[in-house]
């Protein structure tokens, strides 16, 4: 997994700390301790590379850390699994570097909103003793909304609409819910996001749909793309897209409920204990924190249940054909030869 010119990879304890040395002096990095047999890191992974395009945060210091090569630093800061960030202020040498925040898994806006967030409060203050209170800058904003159109498939509100254009939106995407599954943003829990989105978008006006990231429009050209027979084509191919590359994040990728270390049901833990007694090397997602992925995936490989184990981007199957696989000695002749113990 590589990354872009302005982020850091960290493979040894001496390139952890020579990437924190390279900030300035109180200056903030942003450590991304992460895996690459786990398919949210390799998604979080783009978004670092993106955070570090944006010249908002041209001061800050982006570190890849690979967390298996490095357990002493994963020691130190208290990691147990990845993808976990750290949002650090760099000291003297001789001290340990300030956590100013923290995030533990995989969501793109918490961690824009969290980085806009600290580079805000280092900002000066202007003037008399008390610093003013920190503002979110336009490049922060910008920052932060691409990273939330890039983690949803698309932005509405389902299940409460506040306005009759949200509501019959909402109607529409229903129709086609079944083979494009949605999720959605609430503009009005957040005014910098509500206003913010107009400028990104050159789009005056909610609702706003999105699909893999590319403003689809609003209510009129929504209705006019599905009466033209338009809409659930193009949704279908923007779930199909993302579900693709998931599948390929990694030579074997478990799609699970919970993850390897923590499973949130049965199936889920004889698999994972199954896969780990073969001695295989598996890249994994947890359904249950995006229900666009987990709809969607039912439908991509006409399987209802989880979990389901791929390789090489095709699926091998739920619990039961992997353990008779297993059973049958020809789980790991399946597997790619890199996976195998």
Request: charged share 20%.
């Amino acid at each position: 997994m590589t990354s872009s010119a302005r982020v850091v990879l960290a493979t040894s304890a001496e390139t952890f700390e020579s990437a924190l040395a390279s900030a300035k002096p109180g200056g903030l990095c942003l450590l991304h301790f992460r895996a690459d047999w786990a398919a949210q890191c390799v998604q979080m992974s783009l978004v670092m590379d993106e955070l570090a395009k944006e010249p908002a945060y041209s001061a800050v210091t982006f570190v890849n850390v690979e967390a298996e090569q490095v357990p002493q630093v994963t020691s130190r800061f208290g990691v147990l699994a990845v993808p976990t960030f750290l949002l650090v202020r760099r000291a003297a040498e001789s001290q340990q570097p300030q956590v100013v925040d923290r995030l533990n898994g995989a969501d793109p806006a918490a961690l824009a909103a969290k980085l806009s967030a600290a580079v805000s409060a280092t900002a000066p203050a202007t003037g008399g003793d008390v610093a003013a209170a920190p503002k979110e800058t336009q490049a922060q904003l910008e920052a932060r909304l691409k990273s939330l159109l890039t983690a949803r498939q698309s932005c509405c509100s389902p299940d409460a609409p506040r306005c009759g254009f949200s509501r019959q939106i909402v109607e529409l995407l229903r129709k086609h819910a079944e083979v494009a599954p949605f999720d959605h943003f609430d503009i009005l829990t957040d005014q910098a996001v509500r206003e913010g989105l107009k400028k990104l978008s050159n789009w005056p006006t909610y609702p706003q749909l999105y699909a893999a990231g590319e403003l689809l429009g609003g209510l009129d050209v929504v209705r006019e793309m599905d009466e033209a027979g338009e809409l659930g084509p193009a949704l279908k191919a923007a779930v199909t897209a993302r579900l693709e590359k998931l599948v390929k994040a990694a030579p074997v990728m478990l799609f699970m409920k919970g993850s390897p270390d923590a499973p949130r049901c049965g199936f889920s833990r004889q698999i994972v204990e199954l896969l780990r007694s073969e001695g295989v090397q598996f890249g994994h997602f947890d359904i249950l924190q995006d229900n666009s992925v987990r709809e969607g995936l039912k439908k991509f490989s006409n399987w209802p249940t989880f979990p389901q184990l791929y390789a090489d981007g095709q699926l091998l199957g739920g619990l039961d054909i992997v353990r008779e696989m297993q059973q049958a000695g020809e789980l790991k002749e399946a597997l790619p030869a890199s996976c195998r113990a």
